[in-house]
């Protein structure tokens, strides 16, 4: 059964800690990525990774961090200097092909709330 | 300016109404539009993905791509209360670029019985 399996579902941190929210894909896709999205707003870009130990950041990448060192697993670490983390991250991946790239699809995405 | 705009609603139609969802964007390398479907709490769906002007339909679901005016739009045809949801556009740059995959606003859409 192919797809994009984001875990877990929900995740509680609390002031000052890192998480890590995981994010694995058996569809053999070449690029992954992790957006943001807050109530009533679009995704927004985190951090994408094209080919394996590489990635770019996005548009507010300050505060999160990740890492590629396997094709089909791209995780992401909320560290304690993102101010605001609380709330739905989402992970995408895709294939890169010799004319670009095809349609992305996503995980069913982590919620994260600070308490 | 944003990179990619999109009316974020809410736009409320009756049952059957066609209903039209729009996207502008700025970037002239954007070259792959995607619309995806969002349920409150779930992953987005993918619904269209197009890279050439002109129209695509599958079933009830037309994509229109104008790149000379920088507008994209998906038509619902015969709408159904299980249409309610948030649509999102989507757009990357062709293949000399960095991968990208940009985000419109979202619309959220309510088709009432």
């Known amino acids: 059964d192919g797809g994009i399996t984001q875990s877990p579902k929900y995740l509680f941190r609390k002031e000052g800690q890192n998480v890590t929210l995981s994010c694995e894909q058996n569809l053999n896709h070449d690029a992954m990525y992790w957006y943001r999205q807050d109530p009533g707003q679009g995704l927004r870009l985190i951090y994408y990774s094209q080919i394996v130990n590489d990635f770019q950041k996005g548009d507010i990448a300050e505060g999160y961090s990740v890492s590629r060192e396997k094709k089909e697993s791209f995780p992401l670490t909320v560290t304690s200097a993102q101010k605001n983390p609380t709330a739905f991250y989402l992970c995408?991946?895709?294939?890169?092909?010799?004319?670009?790239?095809?349609?992305?699809?996503f995980g069913q995405g982590t919620r994260l709330t600070v308490v | 300016q944003k990179e990619v705009e999109q009316d974020p609603g809410p736009l409320s139609v009756p049952e059957g109404a066609i209903v039209s969802l729009n996207c502008t964007y700025s970037n002239s390398a954007f070259q792959y539009f995607m619309w995806y479907r969002q349920y409150s709490r779930k992953g987005p769906e993918l619904l269209m993905y197009t890279y050439s002007s002109g129209n695509k339909e599958d079933g009830r679901f037309t994509a229109q791509v104008d790149k000379s005016s920088k507008y994209i739009s998906l038509f619902i045809r015969d709408s159904q209360p299980s249409d309610s949801a948030t649509y999102l556009c989507a757009m990357g740059e062709g293949s000399s670029n960095t991968g990208k995959l940009i985000f419109g606003q979202g619309t959220t859409l309510q088709v009432k019985p």
């Open positions: 995408a991946s895709r294939f890169i092909t010799r004319g670009g790239y095809t349609e992305a699809f």
